[in-house]
């Protein structure tokens, strides 16, 4: 037997109950089917959709909260491929998405995997892999601030044991992107093994018996019954962890501020000060709108890089 | 569709119930209308009172005072943190709905009144000659703009150098005369440093207080070199003075402080000994619940000299907005603001000293050594002085491209000519 | 095709059912503590600073020379702190009650309905994720502003504040994210449409299978849903701070912020047991909502 599950297709359904009339099952399903999304609809319209077409507008004005503002058509972008801190925070920020997402996915379900085991304390593993999620930034920034310390940090304190010598972390700009890359895959697990762990519980269990009655090792059971039944999930993750990774700005502003100079700056720490404490708000639209545009070329590649992954 | 029209309908009827509860409708304006009669809400933005308990006893006296003129009308305190000043501020701007009466920091007056966000005080009566004889000289020219003013001071926010006793006598160093030039704090600072057997430096010999930038901090060496860092909106440090100072900077980190060095408090090293000398704050806790006496007894103020003595001097400063509907009742509520016992319980909540004119003999001044120290030394302020429009910008360019120089990556002198060509 | 025959690498531990002691089993224990504990540090580290002195805090180190509880209750007397635990409760159940009823809907509407674009659709809702909140900040603001009838209002949104220092605009505007309606619609397209059918035989309306039979059986995902947005309204600070004026509607994080209210003088003991104490409940959350986790899994018993 087969032990791939059968991905169920989108949209339309393959058979139809034979008592109803096909149209009219088509036309039920359709109406009730508006009428569940059109809340949602609504709601995204009203308080994303507007707010973006007012970033697009924006991002072609000078607008800076004074009581004058002029058009300068592409003027912010033009400018904006000249400004280096802008460019600086792009590329830090594509090297952190490309570093945290793959490394913290495959933990994360590494993760799950071991807590969907019949173990003791399961209770308490979950509970603790879910910690860092809620507890404070101040004080997650607090305590990383202190074990990348370079007289009294932690970090440093363990790596003396080996006869590591003593490195400055954060405070040395060649190191410091990859300590906040860190910090940033330690606390994004807790999220990522709920979604992977909740999934887990979908995958069929007749599938994993059936295939243990096949006498299928364990690692045929995941590649052949697991990993094909978490896809959706994976889907959801990827895209999550891009979007996530992008925007990421709480961790950076309370560690480093972008700091030392530049090397930590990343995009979303570029455009806050570019609005709120320059108060340039049209450029800082035109900046946010090359970043979506960015996120989007990468969701695209991360959806080609799935589907050639499902396929197989 | 019916069902989309009954949504519409049903969202319709549900919104005229709700908003019958609601009040908050703009007000009309009260300029010109007698205050016994003035009615409406001022709305005021200030980050100078802690929301606690405490805080908002010392706001309702405040407001208790300015409804001794204005009994009609009501006063909505918006308490922001400092951090977040700017978004409150320009999103109220932006929507068209800003604050009567709001509250910034040095910095701010310059880049709002060439918005005509602030309104000209000078309309009731603050000229440069009334300011004088009130507040403290200090902030004056961080309310001044284009010769006006636009900002009344509350609080000032200053800077000293500390030195322990104990770590200069063991150096063999006489802390009655502390280091204040540049050249000779390096040489004190140099021999103050302490070290384990890798050369790793485990007791600063000085704190420049610059985890998160070095904007401040040039600025106050800068400025104790006789050369203020603008002067009237125009650089003033791409110049000798300005490269030997971040040259000095360059020298001191890494050889007498690590870089970004900070403790998990994010207070004053030389306040527990992680330093032997340092930039500290307006105030110093000598109870145990603060530092402690022995700690407090180890320790001498004194300030930068290489050839004028200063002391940075920053603060929290009150405007009007220049779209209130109720400028009137605004300074009003600025003079409530103002009255000496207000400023002397700000200046305790925030541990900074009040901001008039005779701030030494403050109960404040009076309550630590340090406060009283930086109260005496009011009339050595020394600042960014006269910012050029774009100063919110250049802040985080500052910070930016002086660590960068600092740091090696960047020539110090070219960014100094940087930062000059950047700042109009 | 999975054939059975191949002698593979760990063949031996897989058929056999769980012993005792196995290597494999000791091996994920350490792991697993080893884990764990790298995660609790923190939240450990920030209770034990809570008790704390201001002198012992500057310095780096691990545990207080006494336990010093007048912090948590020195902490909670400087402001009205059971008021923000309301409002933050409020916010928190508001939000994810609407959450639930647009997401969940909007979800199964996108993975099980044939609706002409379905595909365009699920696209639109993942183009949204790529919005970040801090830069539509000033827009949302001006809309929230303008809604019609609402807080003095007339019908073309002029004239008053809208929703500003309103339950609504605390609630509304940040609930339902698109975040739960994709997430919400990744977990109902894995369920098998045969469910369905078999419902419909039975002569269920359409509603009535998304709502009886679909439903249930994603309730890992519905208490996952619940878990993140109650904590994202449980922490959410810039929202509250920016649409209200008046304290009587703030939120616990803008409680805590009193100690951290001037950065000069961040009040740590204080900020340490306030923030403590507001991460307990989404701890006691968590440690219920995970124990669902299992009891989901019962329910799923689908044939692939």
Not at chain 1, 10 to 27: E, F, M, Q, S, Y
């Amino acid at each position: 037997m087969s032990t791939t599950l059968e991905r169920p297709a989108l949209g339309t359904p393959r058979k139809v109950a034979p008592a109803k009339d096909r149209g009219t099952l088509l036309r039920s399903q359709v109406r009730t089917g508006w009428t569940l999304l059109t809340p949602a609809l609504l709601h995204s319209g009203i308080f994303i959709v507007i707010p973006v077409i007012a970033v697009l507008v924006l991002s072609l004005t000078d607008y800076s909260f004074g009581d004058t503002w002029s058009w300068v058509g592409f003027g912010n972008y033009s400018t904006l491929f000249r400004d280096v801190d802008f460019l600086a925070s792009l590329w830090h920020t594509v090297l952190y998405a490309i570093v945290v997402i793959p490394i913290s996915m495959a933990i994360s379900l590494a993760v799950a995997i071991g807590l969907n085991q019949k173990i003791k304390g399961i209770g308490f593993f979950r509970t603790a892999f879910y910690i860092p999620t809620v507890t404070a930034t101040v004080a997650i920034a607090t305590i990383w601030l202190w074990i990348y310390n370079p007289g009294s940090g932690l970090a440093n304190g363990f790596l003396s044991l080996f006869g590591v010598a003593p490195n400055r972390w954060l405070a040395d700009p060649a190191t410091a992107l990859p300590s906040l890359m860190v910090v940033g895959i330690w606390q994004g697990l807790g999220t990522k093994i709920i979604i992977y762990l909740a999934a887990l519980q979908g995958v069929s269990r007749d599938l994993l018996e059936s295939a243990d009655l096949d006498g299928a090792s364990r690692w045929q059971k995941f590649a052949n019954v697991t990993w094909p039944a978490l896809g959706p999930v994976q889907f959801f993750v990827l895209i999550t962890s891009i979007v996530g990774t992008f925007q990421v700005f709480d961790l950076v502003y309370v560690m480093t501020r972008g700091g030392p100079g530049s090397e930590t700056r990343v995009l979303v720490l570029d455009i806050y000060q570019n609005a709120f404490q320059d108060l340039k708000l049209g450029y800082a639209s035109a900046e946010t709108v090359i970043m979506m545009i960015v996120i989007a070329l990468f969701i695209g590649v991360g959806r080609l890089l799935q589907r050639a992954d499902t396929n197989d | 569709m019916k069902r989309g029209v009954g949504l519409t309908l049903l969202a319709a009827a549900l919104s005229v119930v709700v908003s019958s509860c609601g009040n908050g409708v703009i007000d009309k304006s009260t300029d010109g209308v007698p205050p016994a009669e003035a009615t409406g809400t001022l709305r005021v933005l200030l980050p100078s009172f802690p929301p606690s308990t405490k805080g908002r006893e010392e706001f309702q006296k405040v407001v208790d005072d300015f409804q001794k003129t204005y009994p009609k009308m009501k006063v909505e305190p918006d308490f922001a943190t400092y951090n977040n000043l700017n978004e409150k501020l320009s999103t109220s701007i932006a929507a068209g709905i800003p604050y009567d009466v709001m509250v910034t920091g040095v910095g701010w007056i310059q880049p709002f009144a060439s918005k005509r966000i602030f309104e000209d005080l000078g309309k009731y009566g603050l000229t440069p000659d009334v300011i004088k004889e009130k507040s403290t000289a200090a902030l004056i020219p961080a309310v001044t703009y284009d010769g006006k003013l636009y900002g009344y001071p509350l609080i000032a926010d200053t800077r000293a150098v500390a030195l322990r006793k104990s770590a200069f006598r063991e150096a063999g160093l006489d802390p009655d005369k502390p280091p204040t030039s540049l050249a000779e704090i390096k040489v004190a600072a140099e021999k103050l440093t302490k070290r384990d057997k890798n050369g790793n430096i485990t007791r600063s010999g000085f704190d420049l207080a610059s985890a998160t930038g070095f904007r401040q901090s040039f600025t106050t060496f800068l400025s104790s070199t006789g050369t203020p860092l603008y002067v009237g909106g125009e650089p003033n440090f791409d110049n000798k003075a300005g490269l030997d100072t971040l040259l000095w900077i360059k020298s001191m980190i890494n050889n007498v402080q690590p870089y970004g060095q900070t403790n998990a408090a994010q207070q004053p090293l030389v306040l527990t000994g992680e330093a032997a000398m340092g930039i500290v704050g307006g105030a110093v806790d000598c109870s145990d619940k603060g530092i402690g006496q022995k700690n407090c007894d180890d320790l001498k103020f004194f300030r930068f000299n290489s050839g004028k003595e200063i002391e940075y001097v920053g603060g929290d400063l009150a405007s009007i907005g220049s779209r209130s509907r109720h400028k009137d009742a605004a300074w009003s509520f600025i003079q409530s603001l103002t009255k000496p016992a207000t400023l002397d319980a700000l200046a305790k909540l925030n541990k900074k000293v009040p901001a008039y004119k005779d701030s030494a003999n403050s109960p404040q001044a009076k309550s630590n050594p340090l406060s009283q120290f930086v109260a005496d030394g009011l009339i050595y302020a020394a600042n960014e002085n006269e910012v050029p429009a774009n100063w919110l910008e250049m802040r985080g360019n500052f910070d930016i491209q002086l660590t960068q120089a600092v740091l090696g990556q960047k020539d110090p002198a070219k960014v100094l000519h940087n930062l000059a060509g950047q700042s109009r | 095709m999975t054939s059975a025959t191949l002698p593979a690498v760990g063949a031996g531990q897989s058929s056999s059912k769980p012993s005792a002691i196995r290597p494999g089993r000791i091996l994920l224990y350490v792991v697993l503590i080893i884990g764990a504990l790298l995660m609790i540090t923190p939240f450990l580290w920030m209770v034990l600073t809570a008790f704390k002195s201001d002198l012992e805090i500057m310095k780096f180190s691990w545990l207080p020379s006494e336990l010093r509880w007048r912090n948590f209750t020195e902490a909670m007397q400087t402001a009205p702190f059971l008021r923000y635990f309301r409002n933050s409760l409020f916010i928190a159940v508001g939000e994810t009650a609407f959450t639930l009823a647009v997401c969940t809907t909007a979800g199964y509407a996108l993975a099980k309905m044939p609706l002409r674009g379905g595909k365009m659709l699920l696209n639109y809702f993942i183009l949204l994720l790529l919005v970040p909140f801090q830069i539509i900040l000033v827009p949302l603001f001006m809309i929230v502003k303008s809604i019609p009838l609402f807080g003095g209002n007339n019908i073309l949104g002029h004239g008053g504040i809208g929703w500003l220092n309103s339950w609504w605009g605390l609630i509304i505007p940040l609930g339902a994210a698109p975040l739960f309606t994709f997430l919400a619609r990744q977990f109902y397209v894995s369920l098998p449409d045969e469910l369905a059918q078999a419902a419909r035989v039975d002569g269920l309306g359409e509603f009535g299978i998304f709502w009886r039979i679909m439903t249930p059986l994603i309730k890992p995902a519905l208490i996952t849903i619940c878990v993140f947005q109650i904590e994202a309204a449980w922490n959410g600070f810039l929202w509250p701070l920016m649409i209200t004026t008046s304290d009587t509607m703030r939120p616990l994080q803008l409680g805590l912020a009193i100690f951290s209210q001037n950065p000069a003088e961040i009040q740590w003991p204080y900020l340490m047991a306030g923030t403590a104490l507001a991460t307990l409940p989404m701890i006691v959350l968590f440690v219920f909502a995970q124990k669902r986790f299992v009891e989901g899994m019962a329910n799923v018993g689908i044939k692939g």
